[in-house]
Nanobody, 122 residues
Framework: QVQLAESGGGLVQAGGSLRLSCAAS?????MAWFRQASGKEREFVAT????????YYVDSVKGRFTISRDNAKNTVYLQMNSLKPEDTAVYYC??????????????????WGQGTQVTVSS
């Protein structure tokens, strides 16, 4: 069982930046960030593989968000720049034990954090 703990959420003005962190209690195959806005379904944001750092992003955040990892600390980060009001959501960290082609599907992930609120004001 792997436990995930997110931190770094908060309130920021449009155009600002935030960095989210996710500390994992153990090593898995892949880590990801999802988000869920009020009244909407959970949405894939970005993912990274522990072994080689391969990343994938949803189109809406490409060029603005960067996912990275620190293998020594078992921690994954999401650097969010040029934030927009539509980025407002609860952001969840997730971990997958095994390889899957469907990296954007929430049901491919085995462990989830509690979530951290990100609010972007206009």
């Amino acid at each position: 069982q792997v436990q995930l703990a997110e931190s770094g959420g908060g309130l920021v003005q449009a155009g600002g930046s935030l960095r989210l962190s996710c500390a994992a209690s153990g090593r898995t195959f892949r880590m990801a960030w999802f988000r869920q806005a009020s009244g909407k379904e959970r949405e894939f944001v970005a993912t990274i593989r522990w072994n080689d750092g391969t990343t994938y992003y949803v189109d809406s955040v490409k060029g603005r968000f960067t996912i990275s990892r620190d293998n020594a600390k078992n921690t994954v980060y999401l650097q969010m720049n040029s934030l927009k009001p539509e980025d407002t959501a609860v952001y969840y960290c997730a971990a997958a034990e095994k390889w899957s082609l469907m990296v954007g599907s929430a049901n491919r992930y085995d462990y989830w954090g509690q979530g951290t609120q990100v609010t972007v004001s206009s």
